[in-house]
């Protein structure tokens, strides 16, 4: 099941990936009228909420840290605090690897045997497998993947 989660999400980033890669950085950058964020921090949040979703919450070990990634693309975060733009090449390399990395991981069985500790988020969602969590990753995907389409069209 894991496996099907991940390629969902793996086929979702290969569609952002063909909408984002030529733009330029001032595209990735630009916020427009309106809108709290940008292309870039969109990509990062995606980058971030999967680490947080599918490793997050197991005795797993992250296949990268999370830490730049929660203080930039977290929740409540957003690019008109940032000091420096993020590069938009190595966040995309990030994003398509760490989708690559999760289905691989799916595909070996590794989620199948984690060890997972309930959670609850602010809002009130709650996920009581690993599988919950691996699923609202993908419909997470979508709705992000629907911000970065309109705002694409917007710095067109």
Sequence with gaps: MYTSVAKVVKHSRI???????????????MIPAGHDNNIAWNVGHLIWAQLG????????????????????????????????????????????ELADKVLVDASAGLFDDAEFEPWTTGGGAEFKTLLDMH??????????????????????
């Design 15 to 29: 569609q952002v990936h063909a909408l984002v890669h030529e733009l330029s950085k001032e595209q990735w950058m």
């Design 53 to 96: 979703l599918t490793y997050g919450h197991t005795n797993l070990s992250l296949p990268l840290d999370r830490t730049p990634y929660t203080t930039l693309y977290g929740i409540g975060t957003s690019p008109a605090q940032w000091e420096a733009d993020p590069n938009p090449a190595e966040l995309l390399t990030t994003f398509m």
């Design 135 to 156: 699923v609202y990753n993908a419909a997470h995907e979508g709705e992000h993947r629907g911000m970065i389409m309109a705002l694409r069209n917007l710095v067109l």
